[in-house]
């Protein structure tokens, strides 16, 4: 490991040494300032002196500057260049903090680039790389007011948005019939092979290949024939593909493969990848693609992956990293104090895919997770397990709110779903009937809320049956009556191109047995690009599901390639999702329409067509932070020598927390990606970077406001304030 002082004897780049130059001759005080200062500490003193001396007259930049918890409001009176001040300010406050770098497996990082400046400027040492200078560039040109910065008007916003057509686009439509012909007719190659036997899935003797076919487009309406035709090998993916993959990108997955890393690709979701670019689709599928293949950083780093949520580290007989004792399995999983995560032991834990970003790579890599579907069916334990889990929630004094996920909730088979949320149903009935006795003030939280987390729509809309209908219209109607008021499947859509007839199908269905279905958005580089999740938000809207959330990537350097850094999630959120911003008075409006969830896509196509807007704008831009809760309240705080950010967050302060959090404090995050190598990758994937202007610029956060539509519905008594099942540790610590 080198150490810090050694870091400081590196000489700097050729490259380097010009965006010096240019950040100096650009700034003649900041030159001076560098040139003068006998030592880090006086060029320190230096710069700020002479930020505080431009600043001194714009109010809102100081108060921001001051403030501990600073609000949304307070951020929007900012100007551009208060942002850039605000940042040297806070830079200087914390020069010489030292991290521990997750990303580089627990390195010790020091923030100083002022420090590192004056190393340039008097010794051409100090190791900081091009993406260090020229973020600095930037920096400089914002705070002087040199790169002033206009938001996009709306009809460029739409201007991109037009560069992504849906899965509903009828030459996407005739493409994907292609692929799916295409697929099948391998699939009946290796049937007629003998590679794949399967007891469900064969064909009587004689069949002509015509006849085959039709067979086979018949089982394509089936889950099951998806999940036992999955691609499991990079060789078997690349001739699905047309040999199209390139050789590249198939050792990347051959060494994923020896490296462990689980395969799983079915063949519905194989049919949404070109295999041929279509002239006007350019990169509409990349999304989709970097979600199949895996890249280099994430084979590297399998085997040295560490948990992101601290609170999923449970050591027996412990409270978790937000003080929650939990019942004595692996199947509850609590941050807040009014709701917490079902995993069940059964299908649920597995996926219709495997998403190469995927939070629980960590647990992919610990041999937990696996695609072994038979491994993976319930056992007489799960039977004497779920009663007790439900004690649980029944007893808590807060919960009032269940997710169900995995994995994914809908991987469960129908019998086991069902008897799940008969469970629940049980749970919030007894819940209910225990209320009774306690005095007005004392009660404890019913159950309002049940969720159903599933990417099943987009991964296997051939999941969502007549049956499943069946169960959840029948459990919606049977629940309304002991209390429950919203429920909800929780989807992950991650490109307009998901949003197929198929998938536009599986949502008919699911919102006309009554459920609202709402989406979580994983902001990938990919879809990070201009006017990509725009569009899938009025792709969404169109087939009446509603954005819930837009997530920074989580995870360290395994999900460095598909990482978008935190400033184009704000950039995003301020030039582009702005243009769906509902007006304040139709915000009420859309608390309702969960009530009617049968008629969410007219509801939403009405409310769009009178605030004339583009998409609905629901969803917050968050991160799910290392430690509790989610946030994207924050200010960048210091920068690395390879020009990555370092940010500290605040505590999302508009929902209930574990107290513990008042314990905890602030919390750092180091960012795996500079913005300059984030350009680069945009520029590689063929993407035009002027457009990105203003990228570096977004550097401080306050967490948006919450729909009403998302909140919980009040009850008619008071609920005791009492926390159960809370214990706080004296020394807790959790943070990076
Ligand atoms: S659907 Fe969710 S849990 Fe499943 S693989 Fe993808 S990201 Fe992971």
């Not at 493409?175 to 469900?200: A, F, T, V, W, Y």
């Not at 948990?307 to 050591?315: H, I, N, S």
């Not at 809320?449 to 007549?466: D, F, I, M, S």
Request: with cysteine; proline share 6%.
């Amino acid at each position: 490991m080198t150490t810090i002082a050694e870091l400081d004897r590196i000489a700097i780049t050729v490259k380097s040494h010009r965006l010096l130059q240019r950040l100096l001759g650009e700034n003649p005080p900041l030159e001076t300032i560098m040139r003068r200062a006998m030592n880090e500490t006086e060029a320190l003193v230096g710069v700020r002196n002479w930020v505080l001396d431009e600043v001194r007259t714009r109010s809102a930049c100081l108060a921001y500057y001051a403030s501990e918890h600073p609000t949304r409001e307070d951020f929007q009176a900012l100007e551009w260049r208060d942002f850039a001040a605000i940042r040297i300010l806070d830079y200087i406050d914390n020069a010489g903090r030292e991290f521990r770098d997750l990303n580089l497996r627990g390195e010790l990082a020091v923030s100083n680039p002022f420090r590192l400046l004056w190393l340039a400027v008097h010794q051409g040492t100090g190791g900081a790389k091009p993406g260090f200078f020229e973020d600095m560039l930037h920096l400089f040109r914002q705070f002087t007011g040199h790169s002033g910065h206009t938001p996009p008007a709306r009809e460029q916003v739409e201007a991109w948005m037009e560069r992504y057509p849906s899965g509903l686009d009828p030459r996407i439509v005739k493409l994907r019939q292609e692929n799916r012909d295409r697929i099948l007719g391998l699939i009946i190659d290796r049937m007629d092979r003998e590679e794949i036997p399967s007891r469900k899935f064969r064909f009587k003797e004689g069949m002509t290949r015509a006849e085959k076919l039709r067979q086979a487009l018949d089982w394509w309406e089936d889950k099951d024939f998806h999940l036992t035709f999955a691609v499991r090998s990079p060789e078997l993916l690349n001739q699905m593909l047309g040999e199209s993959l390139d050789p590249d990108t198939i050792k990347v997955l051959q060494q994923a493969r020896d490296a462990g890393i689980p395969f799983f690709v079915n063949p519905y979701y194989l049919s949404l990848l070109h295999v041929r670019v279509p002239y006007f689709a350019i990169g509409a599928d990349l999304a989709i693609r970097y979600y199949v293949t895996y890249s280099t950083q994430l084979v590297e780093e399998f085997g040295h992956i560490v948990a992101w949520e601290k609170e999923d580290l449970v050591e027996p007989g412990k409270p978790n990293a937000a003080g929650w004792r939990l019942p004595p399995y692996d199947n509850v999983h609590r941050r807040y104090p009014d709701v917490a995560i079902l995993i069940p032991d059964t299908m649920g834990r597995a996926c219709g895919g495997l998403c190469s970003l995927c939070q629980r790579m960590y647990d992919f890599q610990r041999g937990r997770l696996n695609f072994e579907m038979e491994s993976l069916r319930p056992t007489a334990s799960w039977s004497e397990k779920l009663p007790e889990i439900m004690d649980y929630f029944r007893d808590d004094a807060q919960l009032r709110d269940i997710l169900i996920t995995g994995g994914d909730a809908l991987m469960s088979a129908d019998a086991s779903l069902k008897k799940i949320l008969d469970a629940v149903l049980e749970m919030a009935r007894e819940k209910r009937e225990a209320n009774r006795a306690r005095p007005d003030g004392k009660k404890h939280a019913e159950i309002l809320r049940v969720r159903l987390g599933t990417r099943l729509p987009v991964y296997l809309p051939q999941r969502v049956t007549p049956e499943l209908m069946t169960i959840l219209a029948t459990f919606k109607a049977e629940a309304s009556a002991v209390g429950i008021r919203q429920f909800v499947i929780q989807t992950h859509v991650e490109a307009p191109m998901e949003v197929t007839p198929e998938a536009r199908e599986a949502f008919r269905k699911l919102i006309s047995a009554g459920w609202t279905v709402t989406n979580q958005l994983v902001f990938s580089a990919a879809a990070s690009r201009r006017g990509h999740s725009a569009k899938l938000r009025q792709a969404l809207n169109e087939v009446g599901v509603l954005p819930y959330y837009t997530f920074v990537v989580k995870g360290y350097m395994e999900n460095n390639f598909n990482y978008a850094p935190i400033a184009r999630v704000v950039q995003e959120e301020e030039e582009e999702k702005v243009m769906g911003q509902i007006p304040e008075e139709l915000r009420e409006r859309l608390r309702d329409f969960p009530l009617n969830a049968e008629l969410m896509v007219e509801n939403v196509e009405a409310l769009r067509r009178e605030a004339d807007l583009p998409f609905l704008a629901t969803d917050r831009s968050v991160l799910n932070l290392p430690a509790v809760g989610k946030s994207l309240t924050f200010r960048t705080i210091g920068i690395t020598r390879y020009g990555r950010r370092i940010l500290e967050f605040d505590h999302d302060p508009t929902r209930a927390h574990s107290p513990i959090i008042d314990r905890m404090g602030k919390m750092v995050i180091i960012e795996s990606k500079s913005i300059a190598e984030y350009l680069r990758q945009m520029d590689e994937i063929g993407e035009d970077t002027s457009e990105y202007q203003g990228v570096y610029g977004y550097s401080l956060g306050e967490t948006e406001p919450r729909m009403p539509l998302y909140e919980y519905p009040p009850y008619d008594f008071r609920t005791t304030d009492e926390m159960t099942n809370l214990e706080l540790e004296e020394e807790e610590a959790v943070g990076v």
